[in-house]
């Protein structure tokens, strides 16, 4: 069964510090991870989209990681600000159709404490 | 920032009204996308549509149809709403270059309450 789980499910960080949230999925075939960042009471926002091809990509203090051998993806946020309190969505996209159809994790909801 | 509007924000409705949540986007977008999510949920996929004319039901079973008229406009229709229709619903929109790799665009979403 396709799955993407994400972890932990909340937390709880202090502005200025770094942290990762994970992703793990069993979505074959694989086409590309997507990472999106949802403030409350907004729609999803793109951070990253990566392909089988790429480890690394970022985007400012966002930086995502991919290892399609263990099928983990991280993103790590650098130097948090109180602005990064948001849910963040991890997508995968599989090659079964001409879709490209869409897997969505739960979201890890982190908190920016100042 | 994407140009994606979603109308309206909240809706607090009876049931067996008929509705409409609107999306329009000024992308010119070929791909549109209709989801469901509640929260602390995942995002489900209840329609979507590859351009005018064109109109495909998602994974979740829905009782809400949609049409495609025009590029820039994607209605999504309740005809009659019952409690358990009480959601967010965000619409979305895609380049068709690129095809998969072509990142989502999500409007700010409706939240809907069915009493």
């Known amino acids: 069964k396709n799955q993407v789980e994400q972890s932990p499910q909340s937390l709880i960080i202090l502005e200025g510090k770094n942290c990762t949230l994970q992703?793990?999925?069993?979505?074959?075939?694989?086409?590309?991870l997507r990472w999106y960042k949802q403030d409350t009471g907004r729609g999803p926002v793109s951070l990253t989209i990566?392909?089988?091809?790429?480890n690394t990509k970022s985007n400012g203090r966002y930086t995502a990681t991919l290892d399609a051998d263990t099928k983990q993806s991280s993103l790590h946020i650098t130097a948090s600000q109180l602005s990064d309190s948001a849910s963040y969505i991890c997508v995968v996209s599989d090659r079964g159709s001409t879709l490209g159809r869409l897997y969505f994790g739960r979201g890890t909801q982190l908190t920016v404490w100042p | 920032e994407a140009d994606i509007y979603q109308t309206p924000r909240y809706l607090v409705i009876g049931t067996g009204k008929k509705i409409t949540l609107e999306c329009s986007q000024t992308m010119g977008h070929d791909k549109m996308y209709w989801y469901q999510q509640d929260p602390g949920m995942e995002l489900h996929l209840i329609h979507y549509s590859y351009g005018v004319n064109s109109t495909e039901k998602g994974d979740l079973s829905s009782e809400s149809t949609v049409s495609r008229i025009r590029t820039e406009h994607f209605p999504l229709t309740l005809e009659s709403a019952r409690p358990s229709h009480t959601s967010q619903y965000l619409c979305a929109s895609s380049d068709r270059q690129g095809e998969d790799n072509q990142p989502q665009h999500f409007g700010d979403g409706t939240r809907l309450s069915i009493l």
């Open positions: 992703c793990n999925y069993t979505v074959s075939p694989f086409s590309n």
């Open positions: 990566m392909t089988f091809s790429e």
